[in-house]
């Protein structure tokens, strides 16, 4: 597991210094390492784990630490968040193996002067039994450190959803998110892509909460499956499946669907749809757009139609259509057990509510009358959701909100709706439904 630690190191310090992504960087530092695929899951758990659990180790360290936490070296920080992360977390993990591979790295990072510090602080948790001790915070202090959120938003969420929605919510963004799949219906039934999947040693089950979803588990390398290769599905959030089936797309309609890339709620539709008609997907980015033709001839999907548009710009060249999906780029709060790293870039997203009204409203003017228009993000935050929906719904009285039905257990019944992880199951995201009627 040696070389998998310094992996892990190296990525977390190239994370620090460069903000990059961690989805991004894992899948970049993977094709060019050579891993085994016990030391790839070993290095994606810790990497990840160190990822989602950095103001609590920080604490950890803070509390054990002889030395004020900002005059350590951010390397040697580094190195103590993972050894913490390995005793606290990884109980597979002999302590021992913990605390003496982090005082090996410390070496290998040519950092000797900081192994004494490390193996002391680490060896000293351990002697003391672990202990995390929350007394003298406040409520508001003691969830930012207990499930490592920034107290900015851990705030927000209180004031906006309600203390007991805000833990739940936070609870759910600490562990392995669940990984769905989309059935492609026109090649293969529920039943047997399980049975496929299974066979590829992929461990999958029919997700009896939705038609057409199957739940998966050790994935490992999903685009190396034969039945990926094969077009038999799509990877898919369960909320993001939720979104197509709050537009409802039907045979031989036409259908828009901006700010579209990777492609995966095209895809959907035009599963929905049985292949006939049109999906229009659009995106700005030209690499982007290339991204939802692959995964459209992968999978078969003749009426999906990928096409570079600026979604702030009214364009003269798309058709009137039946139904339009504005799902527009957001804060993504709904997604940070999948991208942990998202929770802590301190970013002014105040802009964003502008942004997706002029989205929206570019979007509305494409709607046939008696059409559908469906306003989405992944994201938690009723500025950018319930308050972009109202305004557009004041200042339209060319549209009225509808209510569509859903095949899912449990969602209200309402014109605007909001997914939440602890309840829904998936990502945390918000749609609202609207009909133009003149």
């Known amino acids: 597991m040696a070389d998998a630690r310094m992996t892990v190191a190296k990525m977390l310090i190239r994370m620090e210094s460069s903000g990059s992504y961690s989805n991004i960087l894992l899948d970049h530092v993977f094709d060019k390492r050579d891993l085994s695929e016990r030391d790839k899951a070993f290095a994606s758990a810790l990497f990840y784990g160190v990822t989602e659990r950095r103001l609590t180790l ?3 360290i803070e509390q054990n630490s002889r030395l004020p936490f900002e005059k350590l070296d951010k390397k040697a920080v580094i190195v103590l968040r993972m050894g913490l992360y390995q005793l606290m977390y990884m109980p597979s993990v002999p302590e021992s193996a913990a605390v003496n591979e982090s005082v090996k790295l410390c070496k290998k990072l040519k950092m000797f002067y900081a192994t004494g510090f490390v193996n002391g602080l680490l060896r000293g948790f351990v002697r003391k039994g672990k202990p995390v001790s929350f007394d003298g915070l406040s409520d508001e202090d003691r969830l930012s450190v207990e499930f490592s959120c920034p107290k900015r938003l851990t705030e927000k969420w209180i004031k906006e959803y309600g203390a007991d929605n805000a833990r739940r919510i936070l609870e759910a963004s600490i562990g392995a998110p669940p990984v769905y799949a989309r059935v492609n219906t026109l090649k293969v039934s529920e039943d047997e892509l399980v049975g496929i999947l299974k066979r590829e040693g992929i461990k999958a089950e029919v997700f009896q909460r939705l038609s057409g979803c199957v739940k998966l588990e050790k994935t490992g390398d999903i685009e190396r499956s034969q039945a990926f ?7 898919q959030d369960v909320s993001s499946q939720l979104c197509c089936l709050t537009l409802r797309p039907i045979v031989n309609e036409t259908v828009l669907d901006i700010c579209a890339a990777p492609g995966g709620k095209s895809f959907t539709m035009a599963e929905l749809m049985g292949n006939n008609g049109r999906v229009i997907s659009t995106d700005l980015y030209e690499q982007r757009v290339k991204l939802i033709n692959e995964g459209a001839k992968r999978l078969g999907l003749r009426i999906v139609e990928p096409m570079v548009n600026n979604a702030v710009s009214f364009n003269e060249d798309l058709p009137q259509a039946d139904r339009v999906l504005c799902d527009v780029p957001c804060s993504c709060l709904g997604t940070i057990r999948r991208k942990p790293e998202l929770k802590y870039k ?5 802009e964003l509510p502008r942004l ?3 989205i929206l409203e570019i979007a509305s003017r494409y709607v046939k009358v008696g059409g559908t228009l469906v306003y989405s993000t992944c994201t938690l935050s009723k500025a950018e959701n319930e308050e972009v929906a109202e305004d557009f719904a004041r200042t339209h009285n060319d549209y009225s909100p509808i209510v569509q039905q859903l095949p899912y257990l ?4 309402s014109a605007m709706r909001t997914f939440f992880p602890n309840k829904d199951g998936g990502d945390g995201f918000f749609t609202a439904a ?3 009627i003149k």
């Open 356 to 358: 997706q009204r002029a």
């Open 434 to 436: 609207f009909r133009k």
């Open 346 to 350: 301190d970013e002014d997203v105040s």
């Open 229 to 235: 290769k094969d077009g038999l599905f799509h990877i």
């Open 410 to 413: 449990g969602v209200p019944s």
């Open 58 to 60: 920080d604490y950890v």
